[in-house]
């Protein structure tokens, strides 16, 4: 099986390789200063005077964000079912509860009205997913926040770099975005995350909690005037800060976000062009003048396609073929379901959808000849 196109791979260079052995051989392993200088890069990317915070996952940074605006037990945090589970896993790991809702089938993101509708008296945030690399209606999401004294944490582990009426993601108002450096996301540091907000006080706790409730980190401890032996924990942190290791890898992915978007733009149209005409809804584009990130490229075969999703993606398989779902949504997981008693009639749009998805591969190590395999493929299946 030499000969299969997976359906992503990470797109790593010399640089990374070099800059990771440096790390090796420095001697500073963990927590530094490329994590810092990671950090400074990324915000001087998002740009708007935001502060970063490195963590080993999105996850972890969005456990962190929802800890610091002050989630708790008997608070609701709504979001979206067409997510990933972090999502809402970290809403209860503070004990609140995640309020699922359904999501606009033009774009794909969580509705707005369906967010409104599900306001109650315990609602403290809402978390909007940047569904692919898509923004959300940020302006009615924004909107709601205001006028019912939400928070907001932007999950936007697909949209690095994305846009919002031509400002990045990331440098809007909301109270955090949280990014993910996970193996097939745009960029890449094998596994991390970073935290981005305006708030010097977010970005305070963000770091004292991704390091056990430590005022110093090891770093600071080590370079500052004060003893290096002294520190204190002034609350029961979490162990989520990043290594330089993860960070090396990191500050050459930063430098190529642009570039990266600007390939998987490419091919994202170049699907566009080759698949229009057969039967299949092509994925939603960002409004003229936005960027779309295009971490994902989703299709949804129509119901008149010869076949249906599941015997779609056995054949792409046999013909080499590496295809995903995004996502599984959450009302379907035995957890969620279950403890929440949901069921699919509450999000008509997504559920719909889910039965109908697949996502083609879309990575910057693609060659055209990997591409033109997939289009033959998808084309051979559907005609
Ligand atoms: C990948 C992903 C995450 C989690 O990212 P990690 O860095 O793996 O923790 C969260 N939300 C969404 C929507 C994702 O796709």
């Known amino acids: 099986m030499s000969d299969f196109l997976p359906f992503a791979l990470p797109d790593i260079g010399e640089e990374e390789i070099a800059e990771v052995l440096d790390s090796l051989r420095s001697g500073w392993l963990t927590t530094g200063p490329k994590t810092k200088r990671f950090e400074q890069e ?3 990317f998002i740009g ?5 915070v490195a963590v080993n996952s999105a996850t972890a940074g969005l456990h962190l964000a929802l800890e610091a605006i002050g989630i708790g037990p008997g608070d609701e945090v709504i979001t979206t079912t067409h997510t990933f589970t972090s999502t809402a896993e970290v809403v209860r790991y503070l004990g609140a509860d995640p309020v699922l809702v359904d999501i606009d089938p033009l774009t794909l993101n969580i509705d707005p009205a369906a967010v409104e509708r599900a306001i109650t008296p315990r609602t403290r945030a809402i978390i909007p997913v940047h569904f692919s690399g898509l923004s959300c209606d940020m302006d009615s999401i924004f909107a709601l926040a205001r006028k019912h004294g939400l928070k907001v944490v932007e999950d936007a582990a697909h949209a690095l770099p994305a846009t919002c009426h031509g400002k990045l993601i990331g440098s809007l108002n909301s109270d955090a975005t949280v990014y993910s450096f996970y193996a097939t996301k745009t960029i890449t540091t094998g596994e991390g995350g970073m935290v ?9 706790r963000c770091r004292t909690m991704r390091l056990h409730g430590i005022s110093r980190d090891a770093f600071d401890r080590y370079t500052s005037k004060k003893p290096a032996w002294f520190y204190e924990v002034v609350a029961p942190g979490f162990k989520y800060n990043m290594t330089d290791i993860a960070a090396s890898i990191g500050l050459h992915q ?3 976000a642009w570039q990266f978007q600007a390939r998987r733009q490419e091919m994202a149209q170049y699907y566009d062009k080759a698949l ?5 809804l092509l994925p939603p584009k960002a409004p003229a003048g936005d960027t779309h990130a295009w971490h994902l490229y989703v299709l949804r075969l129509e119901p008149s396609a010869k076949v249906k999703r599941d015997h779609f993606i056995e054949l792409m398989a046999e013909r080499g073929i590496g295809c995903s779902v ?3 949504p959450l009302h379907l997981h035995p957890y969620w379901r279950d403890r929440y008693a949901l069921k699919p009639e509450d999000f008509p749009c997504a559920q719909e959808i889910y039965g109908r998805s697949v996502s083609l591969p879309l990575f910057t190590k693609m060659t055209e000849a990997d591409q033109q395999k997939v289009i033959d493929a998808v084309r051979g299946i559907l005609t």
């Open 254 to 256: 930063i430098k190529k």
């Open 276 to 280: 229009e005409r057969l039967p299949v």
């Open 48 to 52: 708007g005077n935001v502060e970063a």
């Open 42 to 44: 990324f915000a001087a």
């Open 326 to 328: 995004h996502f599984i």
């Open 196 to 204: 981005v907000t305006a708030s010097p006080e977010i970005a305070a």
